[in-house]
T-cell receptor
Framework: DAKTTQPPSMDCAEGRAANLPCNHS???????VYWYRQIHSQGPQYIIH???NNETNEMASLIITEDRKSSTLILPHATLRDTAVYYCIVRVRGGGSNYKLTFGKGTLLTVNP | DSGVTQTPKHLITATGQRVTLRCSPR?????VYWYQQSLDQGLQFLIH???????AKGNILERFSAQQFPDLHSELNLSSLELGDSALYFCASSVGDYYNEQFFGPGTRLTVL
């Protein structure tokens, strides 16, 4: 799996957009970008994933650069409940026999009132 | 609510004892994954079952074992417990045997005294 780099922490004002960056310069052509988050001591929560096109769902938007070496997760209107550790994971979607997710240290997003 | 249930929520036991953690996947999901999260290690993948068959093993100790039953629920058995086994144990499920969109349960907090 390609290595990812995320800032250890970020702050965001409530109601504003939170933009969380992730660098994955060694990503290969068949690897997807996945985002999960973990609110303190709760189970991680799947947010979104994408291959090369930008993706949007009810939780967030994922913007992947044209060269796919970096991506940004956007929470359009952050609330206090979005305070969590956000993990960017890059891996192949299918194939092989080992489907474990490898969680790095992620970014602690703190949404302030 | 992810649809994945785990019991018990909390478990306190003594060193040398044996415990069983239980997980029920989301309706329709055939894959179950187990993860361990301790303070100093982060989230570590333990084992993956698909439709009753073991698919992949991670950093699972020999003292730990798991199985997935015909009704698709899974149990993680931890024996000869040590202080260092104190952690949060999460179960996740997914539709197939190769999807990375995994849905996590609320976890079982195990404390070994």
């Amino acid at each position: 799996d390609a290595k990812t780099t995320q800032p250890p922490s970020m702050d965001c004002a409530e109601g504003r957009a939170a933009n969380l960056p992730c660098n994955h310069s060694t990503i290969s052509g068949n690897e997807y970008v996945y985002w999960y988050r973990q609110i303190h001591s709760q189970g991680p929560q799947y947010i979104i994933h994408g291959l090369k096109n930008n993706e949007t769902n009810e939780m967030a938007s994922l913007i992947i650069t044209e060269d796919r070496k970096s991506s940004t997760l956007i929470l359009p209107h952050a609330t206090l409940r979005d305070t969590a550790v956000y993990y960017c994971i890059v891996r192949v979607r299918g194939g092989g026999s080992n489907y474990k997710l490898t969680f790095g240290k992620g970014t602690l997003l703190t949404v302030n009132p | 609510d992810s649809g994945v249930t785990q019991t018990p929520k909390h478990l306190i036991t003594a060193t040398g004892q044996r415990v069983t953690l239980r997980c029920s996947p989301r309706s329709g999901d055939l894959s179950v994954y187990w993860y361990q999260q301790s303070l100093d290690q982060g989230l570590q993948f333990l084992i993956h079952y698909y439709n009753g068959e073991e698919r992949a093993k991670g950093n699972i100790l020999e003292r730990f074992s798991a199985q997935q039953f015909p009704d698709l629920h899974s149990e993680l058995n931890l024996s000869s417990l040590e202080l260092g086994d104190s952690a949060l144990y999460f179960c996740a499920s997914s539709v197939g045997d190769y999807y990375n969109e995994q849905f996590f349960g609320p976890g079982t907090r195990l404390t070994v005294l």
